[in-house]
């Protein structure tokens, strides 16, 4: 686990560098002919849950980066709840991981490029905790550039 000398406060700085981690976390799902999608968990500062898309690998829809994360953030607590957390997720979450969210209780939701076919965003807001706040569009660009090649790549094999 990965410590820094800051807070998850809000501020553009440290959302910036925990939305990079979770391009690493992309990047992993990348290396394994995954749809590139990384998510971390952070608290006071601290990154307690990493994942990565990995539907390919388990064969399993629901092994969304987020799911990967919420259950890794969770053993590291020792308990579901992830109140005065924030998730950092480079793609916008879909419906099932909203929900998901939605049970955690997490404080705030980060992310980076919308999906405009997926997103939970399309639904309503009504989808998550009324406690969880959501940020959208750090680095934003990057990690929807991530993905577009992922899929220009895949038409063109
Ligand atoms: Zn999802």
């Known amino acids: 686990m990965k410590y820094v000398n800051f807070e998850d406060t809000g501020d553009t ?12 976390e992309a990047h992993k ?10 998510a971390v968990i952070v608290h006071g500062g601290r990154i307690i849950g990493r994942g990565h898309n ?9 092994a969304h980066a987020e799911m990967q994360a919420f259950t890794a953030a969770a053993n590291y607590i020792g ?3 992830l109140v005065g957390c924030t998730l950092y997720v480079t793609v916008e979450p879909c419906v099932m991981c909203a929900g998901a969210a939605y ?3 997490i404080s705030r939701i980060v992310f980076g490029a919308k999906d405009p076919k997926r997103g ?4 309503g807001s ?3 905790h009324p406690k969880t706040t959501v940020i959208n569009g750090i680095l934003g660009e ?5 993905v577009t090649s992922f899929f220009r790549n895949k038409r063109t094999e």
């Open 103 to 105: 049970w955690t209780q």
């Open 126 to 128: 009504g989808l998550l």
């Open 13 to 24: 700085i440290s959302d910036e560098f925990f939305m990079k981690e979770a391009l690493k």
């Open 120 to 123: 939970f965003s399309l639904f």
């Open 54 to 62: 990995l539907t390919e690998r388990l064969n399993d829809v629901t």
């Open 29 to 38: 799902a990348l290396a394994g002919d995954e749809v590139p999608i990384g």
């Open 142 to 146: 990057e990690c929807a550039a991530l």
């Open 79 to 81: 308990g579901k709840y």
